[in-house]
Structure formats: structure tokens, C-alpha cells
């Protein structure tokens, strides 16, 4: 894992707005996870978590470090239930372990 300076922002969000992170840093495994917790970028400067982005507005350069969740995805378990027969809802089942949106397709 590799923590960048000064990375720019604007693919990672749907609007494609200009703005830059102090840091940025992807994350593709639990080790890098580990180790990035372990990092003095990390420590010291506000964080943010980024997903896919369509939910994010950025409207100013983020004065800290930015952590693209790559590896943690969506690890929920769904199910359709017997109200949303005939649609594509499916809801989380109870007790499953939800780190993310999980696939509501």
C-alpha cells in the first residue's frame, strides 16, 4: 500500500468535481488495512472513507487522507422476502454481517 500526497479526487466522485486530498491511500487487503492504520498520515490528519463515490459531493480540497475501500466490499448476505416478490428488492437477513451497501440487484 502506498499512501499518495496532494491526489486528486475527481474520478472518485460522480460529479467529477475538482478537489484534492492531503493524502489518499487504496486498500485492497486487511493487511494493508492494518498497516495503514499504523501509518503517521493516517494518525494525524482527519480521515475519510470512500466507496464507489455516487453518493459523494466534494466542494473543497479534503485537508487529510482519503482511503479508497477496495477490499472490504460489501461483504452482506441478502434475501428476497415474500413482500418483495416480483421486484428486485432483496433485504439484509438478519444478523448478517453488513461492512458496505451489499448487492441489492
Not at 81 to 98: L, N
Request: net charge positive; glycine share 8%; proline share 3%.
Amino acid at each position: 500500500m502506498k499512501i499518495k500526497k496532494n491526489y486528486n479526487l475527481s474520478k472518485l466522485n460522480t460529479f467529477g468535481i475538482q478537489a484534492n486530498a492531503k493524502f489518499f491511500a487504496e486498500v485492497n487487503t486487511e493487511a494493508e488495512l492494518e498497516e495503514l492504520f499504523r501509518s503517521p498520515e493516517f494518525k494525524s490528519n482527519e480521515k475519510v472513507f470512500l466507496g464507489g463515490g455516487s453518493n459523494l459531493l466534494l466542494t473543497r480540497d479534503w485537508p487529510g487522507i482519503a482511503v479508497l475501500n477496495k477490499r472490504l466490499a460489501w461483504d452482506c448476505r441478502f434475501k428476497q422476502t415474500k413482500r418483495d416478490r416480483g421486484s428486485k428488492r432483496k433485504r439484509r437477513e438478519r444478523g448478517a454481517p453488513c461492512h458496505g451497501r451489499g448487492d441489492m440487484a
